[in-house]
């Protein structure tokens, strides 16, 4: 029904307005003339809307771009609690579908059922994220070993690299079930395919497996390639993200040929650490996944104790507990640490246990050359 | 530059825009109703009258700067181009609809959405954009509560 002020323009208060007509090109032209109309004429309340007068897909659209370039959960949920128009829109799953990682940065103690419905309807709208960050809760945090293994392989089957590796690491420690639920040519598989596409732990993982013949043939040289890539990967990683923010790389990127550095050289501001001792470069810590980043929260705020008799995995970026007693393993030089993987172990080595550890190297310097201790403890432990 | 063929378009408030054909035809609209009317190699063909407000000539003013400048450079244009203000955003958008234009109006709806985020919460969105709350009162405070889950 046409009017001369035309259709669906919004009433001041009362009148809640159907705003789901689909409309087509002619619609759109006669509300151009019509807006027209109404700027010129005073007695008419309430301008229509920027949005009221295009179409539904463009809308979604815009949606869409949204929520690809969202940097937290409140840039798109501040869009639900608009309109119902909106809220309607923008809960379809395309618009879903491209959401990026940090729109599921959710705060673990914020964790709530509708925080989980929300991570549901976006893994149903296929989103890899949502799967895999879902897959991470369930399986750690809420104990739901089945759906959340099932969520990480949707994930997984989608080429996502985090679910294929932490789908390895589950193989790796049997997690969710007995020692014997190792599977570590599983593992090693996963562990290959994650390196295919790129990830750096799983290329350390990969190449310390290769190093020790574990779960696959031993291939010491394969192994050590596989370590150096991971290195270069990171550093690339790291100078390509700086250069697009425009940092100034030479404040912590700095050569020295000395495998410990001097702790003058490190910049105050950024954590600088020797994480290419083979290069001798300092290079910042690389960003958690905000999944990780949700499981090291939440066991936080549980007194860091995932249960009776369990631990974490001692690198703060990993986040992982363990699901059965003594799942984890230890550093063999001092016993105070574990880790859930080799990758974590040598990333935890590089950014901050080495410098702990040396306690009790002091020990072993008295017994023995204390050079000779610390080459020895670089090759077995950080193996790199 | 070789002889290419220059359309004569015009608006609805009789404006006559020379385009060339290479730029007239990023416009599904135009690209569909030249090979419709089955034309002949001759210049200056005028095309069918194309009801259309003045934001045509915007839509034309990009495309053309489209095809001139090298990527770096075009960034920043394009972001110059799209600062402005709401009402002219929406005739950008309208224009680009009609006319199916796909690089304009991916453009414009990534404006829209980097200004919906700029917004710091729900208030100001509806300022910006005029959008009128038809939550009844408690439902509103029903989704509040239910997506409190997003706060830092």
């Excluded at chain 1, 499981?295 to 369990?310: D, H, N, S, T, V």
Aim: glycine fraction near 6%; hydrophobic fraction near 40%.
């Amino acid at each position: 029904m046409r009017t001369r002020r035309g259709l669906c323009y919004p009433r001041p208060a009362d009148v809640c307005v159907d705003k789901l007509v689909v409309k087509t090109q002619d619609f759109a032209r006669d509300f151009m003339g019509c807006r027209k109309r109404q700027r010129f004429s005073p007695e008419i309340a309430g301008n229509p809307d920027f949005f009221d007068l295009l179409p539904d897909d463009i809308v979604i659209s815009i949606f869409s771009k949204l929520s690809f370039t969202a940097r937290s959960p409140s840039d798109f949920i501040n869009v639900l609690i608009t309109c119902k128009r909106f809220k309607s829109l923008a809960l379809s799953s395309v618009v879903l579908s491209k959401a990026s990682p940090k729109m599921f940065a959710i705060k673990a103690k914020n964790w709530s059922e509708s925080a989980h419905r929300f991570l549901k309807t976006c893994s149903d709208a296929g989103n890899v994220e949502a799967c895999y960050t879902l897959g991470m809760i369930r399986f750690y945090c809420l104990q739901n070993r089945g759906s959340g293994a099932s969520l990480m392989a949707k994930a997984a089957i989608n080429s996502h690299a985090p679910a294929l590796y932490s789908l390895a690491v589950i193989q790796f420690n049997g997690s969710g079930g007995s020692k014997n639920d190792k599977d570590l040519r599983a593992g090693v598989a996963l562990c290959a395919r994650a390196a295919f596409l790129g990830h750096i732990d799983a290329l350390r993982e990969l190449g310390h497996c290769l190093q020790d013949g574990y779960g696959v043939r031993q291939n010491i040289a394969e192994g050590r390639r596989f370590l150096v890539q991971a290195n270069a990967r990171e550093l690339a990683a790291v100078l390509s993200s700086a250069s697009a923010s425009n940092e100034m790389t030479h404040t912590w990127l700095t050569w020295s040929p000395h495998p410990i550095p001097p702790a003058s050289q490190r910049h105050p501001a950024i954590p600088g650490c020797p994480l290419l001792s083979d290069f001798g470069c300092n290079v910042p810590a690389p960003e958690a996944h905000p999944a990780s980043r949700f499981l090291a929260e939440w066991y936080e705020g549980r007194g860091g104790i995932p249960g009776p008799g369990l631990r974490l995995c001692s690198h703060v970026g990993c986040g992982r507990p363990e699901t059965r007693k003594h799942e984890f393993r230890r550093c063999s030089v001092c016993g105070a640490v574990n880790y859930c993987s080799r990758a974590c172990q040598a990333l935890d080595w590089k950014l901050r246990h080495k410098a702990e550890c040396a306690a009790v190297e002091q020990w072993l310097d008295e017994e023995a050359d204390g050079g000779h201790a610390v080459a020895g403890n670089d090759d077995v432990i950080a193996g790199s | 530059m070789l002889l290419s063929k220059n359309s004569a378009l015009e608006s609805k408030d009789n404006e006559i825009f020379e385009v060339e054909e290479s730029i007239a035809i990023q416009s599904e609209l135009i690209k569909t109703m030249t090979t419709m009317v089955n034309s002949k190699a001759y210049v200056n063909e005028r095309n069918q009258m194309v009801p259309e407000a003045r934001c045509r000539k915007q839509a034309n003013y990009h495309v053309e700067q489209n095809n001139k400048i090298v990527d770096e450079e075009l960034s920043d244009w394009e972001s110059k181009f799209f600062e402005v203000d709401m009402d002219d955003l929406h005739e950008l958008f309208m224009a680009a609809n009609y006319l199916e234009i796909e690089s304009l109006l991916n453009g414009v709806t990534k404006r829209v959405g980097d200004f919906i985020k700029a917004c710091k919460n729900v208030e100001v969105i509806r300022q910006t954009f005029g959008i009128n709350n038809d939550f009844a009162a408690q439902q509103e405070e029903e989704i509040r509560k239910l997506n409190s889950w997003n706060h830092i």
